[in-house]
C-alpha cells in the first residue's frame, strides 16, 4: 500500500459484529446517528419462498427488518418521537481491510448490503492511548428515501417478534 493510499476501513454496527471478518479489528463508535430496526429487507430477513414473517402474525413486518444506522436528524425528522431522543451515538467495529482482500470484500458487502443501504464515508471514533482518534471508515446506512426504508412505526415486540420467526440466506435467526 503506497503512503498516500488510505486503508480500507469498514464499520460494522449490526451482524458485521456477530460475523466479522478475519482482519484487524478496532472498537469504535459513531456520532449523529441512531441505530434503528428500520428497514425492511427482502433477502437477510426471509426467502423466496417465506419473505419475512407470517404476515398474519405481524402484519408490518413482511418483508422483515434489519438494523441500520439512519443520520439522527433524518429519524428525528421521521419519527416525530422516539424512546430515546438523545442517543445519537452507535459502538460498533472497525475492520482494516488488507489491501489484498479488498476489491473482494467491497463486492461482498455491495452484495450483501444491496436492498436500499447507502455507502458512505463517515468519522468514527476510537481511543488510541486514551486520546479520541477520527477514522474514516464506509459505513452502509439506510437513508429515508431508499425504498426498503420502513415508514411504519411498530412496537419493539412486533419487531423481535417478526425477527424471532424470520429466516435468512446469511443465517438462521437463534
Known amino acids: 500500500m503506497s503512503g498516500k493510499q488510505r486503508p480500507y476501513i ?16 478496532k472498537e469504535c463508535y459513531l456520532k449523529g446517528y ?55 451515538v452507535v459502538w460498533g467495529i472497525a475492520y482494516t481491510i488488507d489491501p489484498a482482500y479488498e476489491n473482494e470484500v467491497r463486492d461482498y458487502l455491495d452484495y450483501r448490503e444491496k436492498d436500499g443501504y447507502t455507502l458512505e464515508e463517515v468519522d468514527i471514533y476510537g481511543l488510541v492511548h486514551g486520546q479520541e482518534q477520527i477514522i474514516l ?16 412505526l411498530s412496537r419493539a415486540t412486533e419487531i ?6 424470520e429466516h435468512t440466506q446469511w443465517d438462521p435467526n437463534p
Open 10 to 25: 469498514v464499520f460494522g454496527y449490526g451482524s458485521l459484529i456477530f460475523k466479522p471478518p478475519p482482519h484487524v479489528v
Open 34 to 88: 441512531v441505530r434503528r430496526f428500520a428497514q425492511k429487507s427482502h433477502d437477510h430477513r426471509g426467502t423466496p419462498e417465506r419473505r419475512g414473517a407470517d404476515p398474519r402474525l405481524v402484519p408490518l413486518q413482511n418483508p422483515g427488518r434489519v438494523v441500520t444506522l439512519i443520520h439522527t436528524e433524518d429519524w428525528d425528522n421521521f419519527s416525530g418521537s422516539d424512546p430515546f431522543p438523545h442517543e445519537d
Open 137 to 152: 471508515p464506509k459505513c452502509y446506512v439506510g437513508r429515508p428515501d431508499n425504498p426498503s426504508f420502513c415508514k411504519c
Open 160 to 165: 423481535a417478534v417478526g425477527i424471532l420467526k
